[in-house]
């Protein structure tokens, strides 16, 4: 009856204890109060009885001592166990920083109609007069910054052209980047808000309003628009294959020209290609124009569209775009082989053939229809053989012509047309040429039916081997799906961002046949499977263990359901297309997603059309135009007499402009390529040509085994690519407003300005803040427990017991 007396005593005094915490900190056990609770109690009558049963073999004094120290060190577990937090508030006073950001691009130089000073000596004339800058420094931290493409300290100079674009998205950002959040106090923006970069300004704006931070603006500029003609944007081809067709599309503008005409002129090198003549029946008109033209002549194109010189025009040098095309006649050797022309055949054999001009397609169908009476002429296929001649009646011959092609493309084609010596020499164009190898799965014998063990050993697929058919595989419909691998992947882009490109693949129509496999092997990746309609999702909620476990089934479930896996096969890759039917992108599409899809896994697989060199040294950029503050990339690929990939320790390239050598990068081998060697070079600031060299033992090696005299390709750095900065020039109220309006700002014309100062002081410069401070995991309560079960120790010990 004591016992459970005082069981009853010792809990409501702990809960009473635990409730009255509650007052003064915030607790946060694991477990319920009730299971505390519990606990105590059972502890306490634990270190009772051992008291009980201890007293008669030490003196009380010794037992009084023991048992107070286990109570003590259980209440410090205890304490560690609720976890105990002191929460309070505190106010203090917060160091605000407000940015002046002065818009420096080209368009605020302009003096609007009617004004007599431009837009920057208006904004910052106001700013002055009204003292804002004095005001905010009695109670803040106030600097002046001036933007255009960036943000720019002020003793740096503006470069050639730098005034050609507008970026108030970096400009905003980079001053949360530089201001601590708890700091920033806001923008006043001087500007007519003619943002011309990618990036939104909106999203910065929104940062802003999370902190409290308005912007205030100070909008400078007409919504008039002057009466001007100019190129809004182009449209054009950054590279062409020498005889086919290039096509070029021109928004122009036309302000205050009402029914007057315009001449729009296509000129390469200076030299006229096409005029069109432009009526203009509005006020403010908007015309596309577009042209067509067929290159004659190889290298680098200087191209140009411009309007004609209009009468009263307010600008003079927006009314023309330049840019440049590369035309070349480098393409990528393909063969196609297959047994029937079946579907898919037909459908890739024209893609290649008559869509894509960047492909030397030699394609050969085994089984074709034939008419009776007609024998077809035995022509085996070669990458020798002119452009044009896509149709070959035989394979290779020999090693070295298979060698030649940079793809290989196998249909569903019989064990008996690819013997294990072909099957020798694919293998080698794998994994020693680098080339890639596409299987396309079919009912009749592709993969399953192969004989030779080389040919096996490269499918990248586990499947039954045998001579049989898959007509009935499949029948339920599906979908295609992206995996988590194949979400990043290139091969499978078809659209920017991959919540974009997984919906897009996720509406394309449902398919029937797919081929069966048991599963994939070691090393290889499902970029895309047949979707079922289940949720293979792995729950964020999930236990660690959990998750593993999903991830592995899911992963199983992939294998079974791939559509299309990829594998690295010594210096080369290999693909495995699990359907007869990638020709069903085309619907309600045409080609486009058909083409995009085959376009991608050819230049995965085959590497980068690059625009100058040999056969065995060839090098190019990732762009033909640059503005000042983008970097250049730079590839090189070399290869041996066999075409072998080969991979040297000493490439460089040296950048040059007018001669004289500004750079030199190195350029290490890209792991698991075809003998590509890539580097980064720049920004280079100085606008005009430039021209990379490739320098190393090992390429003066090659070229002079080709008689390659130079290897050497050219970019230009431009201040813009286009007259975007000055082909709009009205005063943009909607973006500054937007911008205002989700930073907690406002927009005010210059004659308002007054007011901006009242935006930033009306907020207290005081901040309420939360501050927790645990009171269980401090190194003096782990201290405290520790000493006290050492001194219960020694005494217990000290008495004899064990």
């Known amino acids: 009856m004591k016992a459970v007396l005082r069981a009853a005593v010792v809990a409501i005094a702990t809960i009473g204890v635990l409730i009255g915490l509650t007052n003064w900190v915030q607790l946060a056990p694991g477990w319920p109060l009730w299971a505390i609770t519990l606990g105590v109690v059972l502890a306490v009558e634990l270190i009772l009885w051992l008291y009980r049963y201890e007293q008669a073999a030490v003196s009380p004094v010794r037992a009084r001592w023991i048992t107070g120290l286990r109570l003590t060190a259980l209440g410090v577990l205890v304490w560690i166990l609720i976890e105990p937090t002191w929460v309070r508030t505190v106010t203090r006073e917060r160091e605000r920083e407000v940015v002046v950001v002065i818009d420096d691009s080209a368009s605020m130089y302009l003096t609007d109609d009617g004004a007599e000073s431009s837009r920057r000596e208006i904004g910052e004339r106001v700013l002055k007069e009204v003292g804002l800058v004095e005001a905010l420094g009695k109670e803040m931290r106030v600097r002046t910054v001036r933007a255009a493409r960036r943000v720019m300290s002020d003793d740096e100079e503006v470069g050639d052209g730098w005034a050609q674009a507008t970026d108030l998205a970096e400009a905003l950002g980079t001053v949360l980047d530089q201001v601590p959040p708890d700091e920033v106090g806001g923008v006043v923006l001087v500007s007519d808000g003619r943002h011309n970069r990618p990036a939104r300004v909106e999203d910065v704006a929104r940062r802003f309003g999370i902190l409290d931070a308005p912007v205030g603006v100070v909008a400078v500029g007409s919504e008039v628009p002057p009466k001007d003609a100019a190129v809004l944007s182009l449209t054009a081809p950054e590279a062409v294959h020498l005889g086919d067709r290039m096509r070029i599309r021109a928004e122009l503008k036309f302000d205050g020209y009402k029914g007057q005409r315009a001449k729009v002129r296509l000129l390469r090198g200076g030299e006229l290609l096409d005029e069109r003549e432009v009526p203009i029946p509005l006020d403010h008109h908007r015309e596309e124009v577009r042209f067509a033209q067929m290159p004659e002549d190889g290298g680098v194109g200087d191209y140009r569209v411009e309007i004609a010189a209009l009468e009263g025009e307010r600008f003079d040098d927006n009314n023309g775009w330049e840019f440049e095309t590369s035309i070349t006649d480098a393409r990528t050797n393909v063969l196609v082989v297959d047994g029937h022309p079946r579907w898919e055949f037909r459908y890739l054999r024209n893609l290649f053939y008559g869509r894509d001009k960047s492909v030397h397609l030699q394609w050969v169908l085994l089984h074709p229809d034939r008419v009776k009476g007609l024998s077809n002429e035995e022509v085996a296929a070669s990458a020798a053989r002119p452009f044009g001649d896509a149709q070959a009646t035989m394979l290779p011959r020999g090693e070295e012509e298979w060698r030649k092609f940079d793809v290989i493309i196998l249909g569903d084609v019989s064990p008996d047309a690819l013997g294990e010596e072909q099957w020798r020499i694919i293998r080698d164009c794998v994994n020693e040429r680098a080339a890639l190898l596409v299987m396309v799965a079919g009912p009749e014998f592709m993969p399953h039916a192969i004989s030779s063990e080389i040919g096996r050993g490269l499918v990248p697929v586990e499947v039954e081997w045998g001579a049989r058919t898959h007509f009935n595989a499949g029948g339920v419909p599906f979908r295609i799906g992206l995996t988590a691998e194949g979400s990043g992947h290139p091969v499978v882009r078809q659209a920017a961002g991959e919540a974009s490109n997984e919906q897009l693949w996720a509406g394309f129509p449902t398919m029937r046949w797919r081929y069966p496999l048991e599963s994939v092997k070691e ?141 030199t990068i190195p350029l290490p081998v890209v792991p698991g390529s075809n003998g590509l060697h890539s580097g980064v070079a720049g920004p280079f600031g100085e606008a005009g040509r430039y021209v990379v060299k490739v320098q190393g033992e090992g390429v003066k090696s090659l070229m002079i085994d080709e008689a390659l005299v130079d290897a050497s390709a050219g970019f230009r750095v431009v201040g813009s690519r286009g007259p975007v900065e000055l082909s709009e020039t009205t005063l943009n109220l909607p973006l500054l407003q937007t911008i205002a309006d989700l930073s907690g700002g406002r927009v005010l014309r210059p004659d308002q300005a007054g007011e901006l100062a009242d935006l930033f002081l009306a907020e207290s410069s005081e901040r309420e803040e939360v501050r927790e401070t645990g009171l269980w995991d401090h190194w003096a309560v782990l201290v405290l427990l520790a000493a006290l079960l050492s001194a219960e120790w020694t005494i217990r010990r000290g008495g004899g017991l064990p």
């Open 523 to 663: 090393g290889a990746e499902v970029l895309l499977i047949a979707e079922d309609g289940d949720d293979w999702s792995v729950s964020g909620e999930a236990e660690l263990s959990s998750k593993l476990d999903a991830l592995a089934k899911r992963r199983e479930r992939e294998a079974k359901a791939a559509l299309l896996v990829t594998r690295q096969s010594g210096k080369g890759k290999v693909a495995m297309l699990l359907t007869d039917r990638s020709w069903r992108l085309r619907e309600g599409s045409g080609d486009v997603y058909h083409h995009r899809f085959w376009g991608n896994l050819v230049r995965w697989g085959a590497g980068p059309n690059l625009r100058a060199g040999g056969e065995r040294v060839r090098l190019g950029t990732d762009q033909l135009r640059y503005t000042p503050d983008d970097r250049v990339g730079i590839t090189v690929r070399l290869r041996d007499d066999e075409l072998n990939p080969l991979a040297e320790d000493d490439v460089q390239a040296e950048i040059l402009r007018d001669g004289v050598v500004v750079a």
